[in-house]
């Protein structure tokens, strides 16, 4: 379900350090994802989510200064039929207690790790997690995968984000009005996160969408010049798919 790389306690002079884990739901739109469950993009085609996985690194929580608590690691978060979607642990670390205004992470592998010798990396890196492209040096930041219900037939589909250019940046934190607020009491907690996986679908410049129709769009990735701009596309939604849930 997840793996965890060098997860190192954190501890800040003079400031305690509590357990806390990052949870995940996932979401279509404001409803509970469901393998097997058949959704409709914006433009009316309809789909069906088997696989999810994605890298989160370099995490921090934003204290009301606006000053970083920076945790070390790497995890890889992992969805697959007949798993759980709700309150899904991926990661755990320690940081000193206190109030917070936010979480700060990428959704992606550190620009250092990804261009190492994958044979030589252990999981949650390495050639054996799935997220590796044979063809090309570096890693698969975000992998969707699903089926897409046409007319014609249904067709299997991906998308596989990766290259230094797409590390996803996620920043939910608010220091102005403050109605982002994450207590971190001594006896630790967790910090729930909702992901909209439908976001992917949203259209782009001049209505450019994800058409399963074409077949050169079953296969999304940002190393094609065919595909790249559509990249974009997914990458741009992609960065407010994340919120902090209630």
């Known amino acids: 379900m997840k793996a965890w790389l060098s997860l190192l306690p954190l501890f800040l002079a003079g400031a ?67 798993g759980p979607t709700q309150g899904v642990s991926v990661m755990k ?29 252990q999981m949650p ?4 997690s799935g997220m590796y492209w044979a063809w090309n040096p570096g890693y698969i ?11 014609e037939g249904n067709q299997r589909w991906v998308i596989h984000m990766g290259t230094d250019a797409f590390r996803i940046p996620v920043r939910l934190q608010d220091l102005q009005t403050r109605r982002v607020q994450i207590n971190i009491p001594p006896s630790g907690g967790a910090i729930t996160l909702n992901l909209d996986v439908s976001k992917a679908f949203q259209p782009g410049p001049g209505g450019a969408f994800v058409d399963w129709r074409k077949q050169s769009l079953r296969q999304l990735h940002g190393l094609s010049p065919e595909t790249s701009l559509l990249m974009s596309v997914v990458y741009y939604h992609m960065q407010s798919a994340f919120s902090l849930a209630q």
């Open 93 to 121: 670390m320690d940081v000193p207690t206190g109030q917070y205004r936010g979480i700060r992470f990428n959704v992606g592998v550190p620009r250092e790790l990804n261009h190492l010798d994958a044979g030589t990396q």
């Open 141 to 151: 930041f975000y992998r969707l995968e699903g089926l897409a219900l046409l007319p």
């Open 16 to 82: 305690l350090a509590a357990p806390v884990e990052l949870k995940i739901n996932l979401r279509i739109g404001d409803q509970p994802l469901r393998f097997g469950q058949t959704y409709q993009t914006p433009q009316g085609q309809r789909y069906q989510i088997e696989l999810l996985k994605f890298y989160i690194s370099e995490v921090a929580l934003v204290r009301p200064d606006g000053g970083e608590v920076k945790t070390a690691g790497l995890a890889l978060a992992e969805f697959k039929r007949d």
């Open 125 to 128: 890196l390495g050639v054996n």
